[in-house]
């Protein structure tokens, strides 16, 4: 048992004569000759393999019933078998901090979502946004639905003025602009002289009403 080892192979190709008179069958058999005694001590090593399994399964049956403690073993076995248990645990505390992190920040950003929507509800229940066309009329009513506190408006790039005529204003129900003036259920944009051009017709407006 144990002992397979191939010092030689049998019969090796280098010991042919450069013209063979073999016949075919024995020349297939030559060069068959060195896998096919490899492969037997292979077999038998496995064989020997399987059987020393079965043995040392038997003795520790005879021995500890069958069962090997980490007390049972050598000293440098227990403190790398506890090694690798610690590791083990720390690997599995970082997964579940992971976890938690994870879930942690995922809560936070719909919290924040669902602030930001809360935020957008509120700002749309305050003000009201849109544009209007200038028609060049000295007053043009916009209809809202409901009388604002205020309203600004300015045109659509921003601008309140250029050189010396003014386009935007703010207006509230105690102080109308010269260019824009609260009304019932809406507000009237003014092009009140050649200097006040709230309702100028080469523009596009934007404006802002406060509920």
């Not at 049956?61 to 645990?89: D, F, H, P």
Request: aromatic content about 8%; proline content about 3%; charged content about 20%.
């Amino acid at each position: 048992m144990f002992d397979h080892q191939i010092s030689r192979f049998e019969k090796r190709i280098a010991d042919l004569p450069d013209q063979p008179t073999l016949a075919p069958d024995a020349l297939k058999a030559w060069f068959d000759s060195a896998p096919e005694q490899l492969r037997q001590a292979l077999n038998r090593v496995c064989a020997d393999g399987k059987t020393l399994e079965e043995r040392m399964e038997s003795l520790v049956i005879g021995a500890y019933g069958g069962t090997v403690t980490r007390e049972m073993l050598a000293q440098e076995l227990q403190q790398e078998i506890a090694g690798k248990a610690e590791q083990s645990a720390v690997q599995a505390s970082l997964s579940a901090l992971s976890g938690s992190f994870t879930d942690s920040m995922q809560s936070t950003v719909e919290a924040m979502n669902a602030a930001d929507a809360e935020t957008n509800a509120r700002v749309d229940q305050l003000f009201v946004f849109g544009t209007y066309e200038g028609d060049g009329e000295t007053s043009q009513f916009i209809s809202l639905g409901f009388t604002p506190r205020a309203v600004l408006i300015c045109r659509t790039d921003g601008a309140f003025s250029q050189a010396n005529l003014i386009y935007g204003g703010l207006a509230t129900a105690a102080s109308p602009a010269k260019t824009v003036e609260i009304a019932e259920n809406g507000f009237n944009v003014l092009s009140s002289s050649s200097l006040y051009n709230g309702n100028n017709p080469m523009y596009t407006f934007k404006y802002v009403a406060l509920r």
